[in-house]
């Protein structure tokens, strides 16, 4: 469904001494299979934005190609759009106009006729669980209610490809939750292909069959949850034991499935790949060798403990250096920025 | 073509929807030509008399291209609003022709400035006005164009600057020699003979001598003068608007 090689963007900011290029996306390559749902993760200012808005043929590629439904971004850019719904960061309806006739103009941008489009719509609305709404404007939403209207625009013509740029950010727990449900089924009910961008973990880990991990421009992993976790990270297993002398048989037994033990007092731990299945086997071999277990914990690894390891810095980290920093090629993932540096594309 | 008009009629009903959700614009829009009309124009009775002909009609064409300037270099402002909420993305991430994108926005500010020039023609010939249909009819006309060049550059610049903050002062800096130069309140020949030559480099000041001359009756060179700069302003600012919402979105 898409397919992108060496895609590069660089933008160009200031003027005089001043001008220089800025490097925001460096030769990407990706691929999304029809009917997956791939989560693509990073910090502010990693590139994300930026990456969709080429797949989206909002901007036009510095270097590089894609095609996204079969058709390529640059040379067939229509073709491309009749075929995707696109769901920007920042919304997509003016706030001083109706729901319902928001999405019924957007609808028949597409070529839909106003009567299909006005059946479509209050099919979404009900699906989205935006009944009753038709006739409120935006700004007496909340903000989950707007979220969810951006998805039925980008709904209406019925694609086959959906790209979500951050769709739940700004939105309190419970709207987001609410909100992935209403995503998880873009999949199941709509048969949609998703490609969503986000720098919340959670997000990634609930909604994604594969993550996609971008920093600094470049793609630094791509996988499902569990195999980067496992792969990169892997469960960290904490044995306690009850006497001084058991520690260095525990030690033994745990560095049998796991390289980087440590010692902590009567505390043992162990970074393990997959340890649901190994745990079981090392408890038989501690019991057999007389090792009583104090207590024994099993932590899954978090998506930010895959960023640590393949990027050397937290994912939080990274946002808030890249928000401190606010340099241009960072804010060029915003929306905003990415919009005042597009003249240099 | 016919896909081209069909997507700008869409975005025009939209933004005529929107607008007429707030009819305050044409209320506002009017009320500065209104008030120089009834304040301003018995000024220019003794004035105008050494001219010959009424002031009515010598300051109405003029009125008529303040409004087709100042009220369609606003319509910017609303764009930046669109473009803030995300609407102008949404939009270009649709297959509708970016050319459409601006006319449908155009039809809409024209749509407007035909309103407003009705209202100003008919308390014009209240007020004792006197000009020929036709006249008035190619005067409209002239200032309608003139307006759809306005209201283009207008978005084009909004969609350059994305500021309010910027837009404001640059629009101040283009229209103050327009309105110093372009003899819309006074003629410039009672000016020095070196303002009445500056002036004739200012384009607006042809298309204020055309429309005048068309409510006037007087069909002849610098009608000519007016109606081509007319149609090369609109051309020039038709051209631009299209290429900055392309620009935009690769």
């Known amino acids: 469904m898409i397919r992108a090689r060496g895609l590069v963007q660089t933008f160009h900011t200031g003027q005089g001494k001043q001008k220089r290029e800025v490097p925001a996306v460096r030769g990407v390559d990706l691929d999304v299979a029809e009917g997956e749902v791939v989560g693509f993760l990073g910090p502010n200012g990693a590139g994300k934005t930026t990456t969709l808005r080429m797949l989206t043929t909002l901007l036009r590629p510095t270097a590089g190609t894609a095609t996204v439904a079969g058709f390529d971004v640059a040379t067939q850019p229509v073709d491309v759009r009749r075929s995707i719904g696109y769901c920007s960061q920042v919304g997509s309806t003016f706030s001083g106009a109706y729901a319902g006739d928001e999405v019924v103009d957007h609808g028949m941008l597409?070529?839909?006729?106003?009567?299909?489009?006005?059946?479509?719509?209050?099919?979404l609305f009900d699906k989205l669980q935006?009944?009753?709404?038709?006739?409120?404007?935006?700004?007496?939403?909340?903000?989950?209610?707007?979220?969810?209207?951006?998805?039925?625009?980008?709904?209406?013509?019925?694609?086959?490809?959906?790209?979500?740029?951050?769709?739940?950010?700004?939105?309190?727990?419970?709207?987001?939750?609410?909100?992935?449900?209403?995503?998880?089924?873009?999949?199941?009910?709509?048969?949609a292909t998703v490609f969503?961008?986000?720098?919340?973990?959670?997000?990634?880990?609930?909604?994604?069959?594969?993550?996609?991990?971008?920093?600094?421009?470049?793609?630094?992993?791509?996988d499902t949850a569990d195999n980067l976790k496992a792969a990169v990270a892997g469960d960290l297993v904490d044995l306690e034991v009850t006497t001084d002398e058991q520690v260095a048989v525990a030690r033994d037994k745990l560095a049998s499935i796991s390289q980087d033990v440590e010692v902590d007092g009567h505390h043992v731990r162990g970074r393990v790949a997959r340890?649901?299945?190994?745990?079981?086997g090392l408890l038989r071999d501690l019991d057999g060798s007389g090792v009583a277990l104090e207590s024994i914990e099993v932590v899954r690894p978090t998506l930010d403990d895959v960023f640590l390891t393949l990027t050397g810095r937290s994912l939080r980290d990274a946002e808030a250096a890249a928000e401190a920093a606010a340099?241009?090629?960072?804010?060029?993932?915003?929306?905003?920025?990415?919009?005042?540096?597009?003249?240099?594309? | 073509m016919t896909t081209f008009l069909r997507e700008s009629w869409i975005v025009f009903n939209r933004q005529l929807r929107m607008n007429l959700r707030n009819p305050a614009w044409v209320i506002i829009g009017m009320l500065q030509p209104v008030l120089y009309l009834l304040l301003f124009g018995p000024l220019l009775k003794p004035v105008i008399a050494q001219l010959?002909?009424?002031?009515?009609?010598?300051?109405?064409?003029?009125?008529?291209?303040?409004?087709?300037?100042?009220?369609?270099?606003?319509?910017?402002?609303?764009?930046?609003?669109?473009?803030?909420?995300?609407?102008?993305?949404?939009?270009?991430?649709?297959?509708?022709?970016?050319?459409?994108l601006l006319f449908g926005r155009l039809y809409r500010d024209l749509l407007q400035l035909f309103v407003?020039?009705?209202?100003?023609?008919?308390?014009?010939?209240?007020?004792?006005?006197?000009?020929?249909?036709?006249?008035?009819?190619?005067?409209?006309?002239?200032?309608?164009?003139?307006?759809?060049?306005?209201?283009?550059?207008?978005?084009?610049?909004?969609?350059?600057?994305?500021?309010?903050?910027?837009?404001?002062?640059?629009?101040?800096?283009?229209?103050?020699?327009?309105?110093?130069?372009?003899?819309?309140?006074?003629?410039?020949?009672?000016?020095?003979?070196?303002?009445?030559?500056?002036?004739?480099?200012?384009?607006?000041?042809?298309v204020v001598d055309a429309v005048r001359g068309a409510f006037f009756g007087d069909f002849d060179g610098s009608m000519l003068w007016g109606v081509g700069w007319t149609f090369v302003l609109f051309g020039l600012?038709?051209?631009?608007?299209?290429?900055?919402?392309?620009?935009?979105?690769?």
């Open chain 1, 110 to 123: 597409y070529g839909m006729s106003k009567k299909a489009a006005v059946a479509k719509g209050h099919e």
């Open chain 1, 130 to 191: 935006l009944d009753g709404l038709w006739k409120r404007m935006p700004k007496n939403m909340s903000g989950g209610q707007k979220r969810r209207l951006d998805i039925a625009m980008a709904l209406i013509h019925s694609p086959s490809l959906v790209f979500l740029d951050e769709p739940t950010t700004g939105l309190d727990p419970q709207a987001r939750i609410n909100l992935w449900q209403h995503i998880a089924d873009l999949r199941s009910k709509e048969g």
């Open chain 1, 196 to 222: 969503l961008t986000t720098h919340y973990l959670d997000e990634a880990d609930a909604l994604a069959d594969r993550i996609v991990i971008i920093d600094q421009g470049t793609i630094v992993a791509s």
């Open chain 1, 275 to 280: 340890a649901g299945k190994a745990v079981p």
């Open chain 1, 327 to 345: 340099a241009p090629a960072d804010i060029a993932d915003t929306a905003d920025t990415a919009r005042t540096t597009t003249e240099g594309a």
């Open chain 2, 52 to 100: 010959g002909g009424n002031q009515y009609t010598w300051f109405v064409p003029g009125m008529l291209v303040q409004l087709g300037i100042f009220g369609a270099f606003f319509a910017g402002f609303s764009l930046i609003g669109e473009w803030r909420e995300g609407v102008i993305e949404a939009e270009r991430v649709t297959p509708a022709h970016r050319s459409a």
């Open chain 2, 116 to 206: 407003q020039a009705v209202i100003l023609v008919v308390l014009g010939l209240v007020l004792g006005m006197d000009a020929s249909i036709g006249g008035i009819v190619v005067g409209v006309a002239l200032t309608l164009l003139l307006g759809g060049a306005c209201a283009a550059a207008s978005n084009a610049l909004a969609l350059t600057v994305k500021s309010e903050d910027v837009m404001a002062p640059v629009i101040n800096v283009v229209m103050m020699p327009v309105l110093l130069l372009s003899g819309i309140l006074l003629p410039m020949s009672f000016g020095a003979g070196w303002l009445e030559r500056l002036s004739d480099f200012m384009p607006i000041k042809h």
């Open chain 2, 237 to 250: 600012a038709v051209w631009w608007g299209t290429a900055v919402f392309r620009k935009e979105n690769a």
